[in-house]
């Protein structure tokens, strides 16, 4: 029997812009199939849920480990665990991540990077009141790159290696290929201010992934890497914080190029300060490299990356947001709304900013959600407050629903 039930409130944002009549979204069989005003009456035999507070459109946090736990095992370490550890007990990580996202109101996550494809394994199970999940498998990466350890380097040097790691990737059933355009802070030794690859071999892995139907988003920390990865035709930029000898904001050159390129930029800002380490427990190589680039004052830096994605608007490049969850401490799952918050202390307007966790997100990642539309699927979300005039209200789900099925809130 299909049943058809109702959520109501008076304050909601339909995953474009806040709705001055509120919304009466109609559901069925894990779809919304209307959306009207908060005054509607539906049908008396048309349960109807009231809530007080915002409805929306679930989250979705393009950028994240599942792998990799905030609560385990929490150290910068975490990733790298992954790549060693039983595939039971990386299973047990992924379930507490995925669950950790869904209690924030993340209907839908985008995973880039694990081990061992471990978290393909973890797709479908919305009816158990978890996210949907896409899965890059572990990121391509050149010998001894940065996070090697998760099992994705090749050397590009050796022929059919490329083809290989794709095919690979097509044949596991990935949704997309994430590549590993320069170093990063995770792995010493990589090079955050290079290229790992050549321009030539990674536009020979774009072309293959494109010709199994596979979008390639590049982690990109540096200008060269940037550069390489939109003159090899990639789909999106992951960071993008355009870091360089002396210095980590965008050049123009590169921006202009980035929105004639059409691609997606994630930033993956936000951060939990209190998780974060004081500036003399950060181990050496982080420390020199911070030193190169020029960055003595961490929230000065972070401010400034906040406001640098301003010109990401500017250009009319597609933004979305993902934090990285689980890649480091400061980063747990479930505070995707922490990117949300560093878009608008850049100088975003709020429902823009919400756009590029909902809407703008959903489409990036070929889910069928985000948005209170008729014929979307039923990810909603109800936080406290009204998210119109306190955007912390976005921290503090209230209700969360998978495809119209309700999930329990811790
Ligand atoms: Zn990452």
């Known amino acids: 029997m299909v049943t058809r039930w109702a959520v109501r409130s008076a304050r909601a944002f339909d995953g474009e812009r806040f709705l001055p009549d509120g919304a009466t979204v109609l559901v069925e069989g894990g779809r ?14 048309v349960p109807v849920a009231e809530v007080d507070g915002t409805l929306l459109p679930g989250l979705v946090d393009c950028h994240v480990h599942l792998v990799a736990s905030g609560a385990f095992p929490g150290t910068p370490g975490s990733l790298e665990w992954a790549g060693t550890a039983e595939s039971a007990a990386v299973d047990e990580v992924v379930t507490d991540s995925l669950r950790a996202q869904v209690a924030a109101g993340v209907t839908s996550v985008r995973d880039l990077g694990d081990g061992a494809y471990r978290v ?30 998760l099992g994705g380097d090749v050397d590009p040097d050796e022929p059919g290696a490329l083809d290989r790691a794709v095919a690979e990737r097509a044949e596991r059933g990935v949704d997309l290929v994430k590549v590993m355009a320069s170093g990063g802070f995770l792995t010493p030794g990589s090079d955050q201010l290079g290229a790992q690859f050549d321009a030539g071999p990674l536009r020979h892995l774009v072309g293959a992934a494109h010709e199994a139907g ?40 590169l921006l202009a190029q980035a929105a004639a390129a059409g691609v997606t930029v994630c930033p993956t800002l936000g951060h939990d300060p209190a998780r974060l380490p004081p500036v003399s427990a950060m181990p050496p190589h982080i420390l020199g490299m911070l030193e190169r680039i020029g960055i003595t004052d961490r929230d000065e830096h972070f401010a400034r990356a906040a406001a640098n994605t301003v010109q990401l608007r500017k250009h009319g490049i597609r933004v979305v947001s993902g934090l990285d969850a689980g890649a480091m401490p400061a980063k747990p799952h479930g505070h995707l709304w922490r990117s ?63 495809g119209g099925v309700s999930v329990s809130l811790p």
């Open 32 to 45: 919304v199939v209307g959306v009207e005003a908060a005054a509607f009456r539906p049908p008396d035999d």
């Open 120 to 149: 393909l394994e973890h797709r479908g199970r919305e009816a158990e009141g978890l996210p949907r999940v896409v899965a890059a498998g572990p990121p391509i990466t050149i010998p001894l790159g940065h996070c090697w350890f």
């Open 214 to 253: 596979l979008r390639v988003v590049a982690h990109t920390h540096s200008v060269a890497g940037a550069e390489v990865a939109l003159e090899a035709g990639v789909d999106g930029l992951e960071h993008f914080t355009c870091m360089a000898e002396g210095g980590a904001d965008p050049p123009a050159a």
């Open 340 to 402: 949300v918050a560093e878009l608008v202390r850049g100088g975003w307007p709020v429902e823009e900013a919400l756009a590029t966790a909902t809407s703008v997100a959903a489409e990036d990642c070929g889910i069928d959600a985000g948005r209170l539309a008729a014929g979307r699927l039923a990810d909603l979300l109800v936080v406290d407050g009204d998210l119109a005039a306190d955007l912390t209200a976005l921290s503090r789900p209230l209700a969360v629903w998978v």
